[in-house]
RNA sequence: GAGGUUGUAGCUCAGCAGGUUAGAGCGUCGGAUUGUGGUUCCGAAGGUCGGGGGUUCGAGCCCCCUCUUCCUCCCCA
């Protein structure tokens, strides 16, 4: 027999540690419920039909699939099997999968419901997805998303807003972020006005880099992705003016590069009526999540500190398409819990009063003081203090430490006096102070 | 998925061209202290040296495979 372990990339979470992710839970679930969104769940694994081909090529190989039950091989792809062809095999002997993210699972539930939901239709939905990447800091294969999207509407106020949900959590989460966004309008239009919008995929990812490789790594990957030279002039010219009303003159020559332009301003309108406390900046060379973003993208970076992107979103013209219902369109964000939790963790932003669990330890001398101080812990917690009490009656020291340890703030003696007294002798293990009280006292005491 | 890297006590790490019973600090447990904690002192427990195979008289150390960690690419939260 091994050592346990459990699959690369996933965590056991530990007591502290759990109290500190639901801080980031609870935090994200107020603010989304205080902007009008309902909560969701969905299963963890899906058919694999409804995800594959959602999220491009390096997607669906980042999948997980989950092994028919049974004699899966009696079923198989026998001329894929023979064939050791992998990619074929797949569909004849996995028919689900674990879900990638959030927003696909929300949209096949969109048109599964969509006779009874009322539109737009706001959702928020906070649980684990499942990528097969390789682990790395801040990058796991088990990870949390907490997502807000809108079904149902085109309004660009939905965006502003979404924006404002971004700033309130992270400010109530105390961290300082940067929230960028872009449009996928606007990068087409750099395509449009360089004269390359055949070539739109492999100028937004090589743009997308301009930050890490600076812009003469760009301009060589633009390069090997074949794009002209007056092109990639072109395209460093424009790159060079991120600046919104310098772009205009610029994209004169494209509609869709205007319009892009334009929705990207009319969402800062909205935001500029009420001041976000985060900062938020238009940035031309955001690309991100190009399977299925079709209009504003956003993407969150921590200040301070190196961090891939800590949430993600955008707009998306017609997800629920793939699925037979045209027509709708979406916008969400999403928060990534884990990195967040990181980032706070590195930055040392969890509040101390996380850590503090159970109120109070009754400790006692004998069996007689122990079936007495059982008596209070029962009385104790009626009264709504969160009560502990130590299962071997003896020696104090030992049962002071144990208090010490797990940070219990409050240690109430039970021994032959205070029985007699119908009392117990409490001691505040902060300043050391103590005094002989009643329950009822003590539970007044505490629930102040 | 490609390349690199890491793995010794619960935790952080030592370890000698390969050479007998693998060490330290912290933590844990017991005692000094039989109604009072995080200090001090004393003592103890705890290791298939990630796992499997190989080379060797002999492997924690060398070789192969595998798992895991972190990193770069890819991509993303």
């Known amino acids: 027999m091994s050592k346990p372990s459990i699959p690369e990339g996933t965590r056991d979470f530990g007591p502290e540690q759990v109290r500190k992710r639901n801080y980031i839970f609870d935090t994200v679930r107020t603010v989304f419920a205080k902007f009008g969104f309902q909560p969701l769940e969905t299963p963890a694994m899906e058919n694999l039909s409804t995800l594959t081909g959602k999220y491009g090529d390096e997607g669906d190989k980042l999948l997980f699939k989950i092994l028919n039950n049974g004699d899966y091989l009696s079923k198989a792809d026998e001329q894929a099997l023979a064939n050791r062809d992998s990619n074929k095999l797949i569909s004849s002997i ?3 999968g674990l879900r990638y993210d959030l927003t696909v699972p929300f949209a096949r ?17 906070v649980q684990p997805v499942w990528r097969a990447d390789r682990p790395q800091r801040g990058r796991y294969r088990e990870f949390f998303q907490c997502d807000a999207d809108v079904i149902g ?30 449009h996928r309008k606007v990068l087409f239009g750099i395509a449009e006005a360089a004269g390359i919008a055949d070539k739109f995929m492999d100028m937004t990812v090589a743009v997308d880099k301009l930050d890490k490789v600076g812009i003469e790594g760009v301009r060589k990957e633009l390069s090997e992705r074949g794009i002209s030279e007056s092109a990639i002039d ?3 010219k424009i790159l060079a003016s991120p600046d919104l009303s310098s772009l205009k003159p610029v994209f004169a020559n494209s509609p869709t590069g205007l319009e892009g332009l334009d929705e990207i301003e009319k969402v800062f309108k909205y935001l500029n009526a009420a001041p976000l406390t985060n900062e938020i900046q238009f940035d031309i060379t955001l690309a991100r999540g190009l399977s299925y973003y079709t209009g504003c993208i956003f993407e969150v970076i921590a200040s301070g500190i190196k961090m891939g992107s800590i949430g993600g979103g955008g707009r998306y013209a017609d997800l629920t398409g793939v699925f037979g219902v045209p027509g709708l369109s979406g916008v969400g964000i999403s928060f990534g819990a884990d990195r967040i939790y990181d980032v706070l963790e590195e930055l040392n932003l969890f509040p101390e009063s996380l850590s503090e669990s159970v109120k109070l330890l009754l400790i006692s001398f004998d069996e007689p003081s122990f079936e007495y101080a059982f008596q209070c812990a029962t009385k104790l917690r009626k009264l709504g203090v969160s009560t502990e009490i130590y299962p071997d009656p003896g020696k104090l020291k030992k049962q002071f430490e144990y208090a010490a340890k797990r940070q219990i703030p409050f240690v109430a003696i039970a021994g032959e006096s205070e029985m007699a007294n119908g009392t117990l002798n409490l001691k505040n293990q902060e300043n050391g102070e103590q005094q002989e009280l009643t329950p009822e006292k003590i539970a007044e005491l505490l629930n102040a």
Request: aromatic share 14%; no cysteine; net charge neutral.
């Open 153 to 182: 509407s085109e309004s660009l106020h939905y965006e502003a807003e979404l924006a404002q949900i971004y700033d309130e959590a992270f400010q109530e989460l105390k961290l300082p972020v940067t929230i960028k966004i872009n």
């Open 94 to 96: 996995a028919k689900r």
């Open 234 to 236: 072109t395209i460093e």
């Open 109 to 125: 539930y969109v048109v599964m419901n969509r006779g009874t939901l009322s539109f737009p239709f706001k959702r928020y939905q």
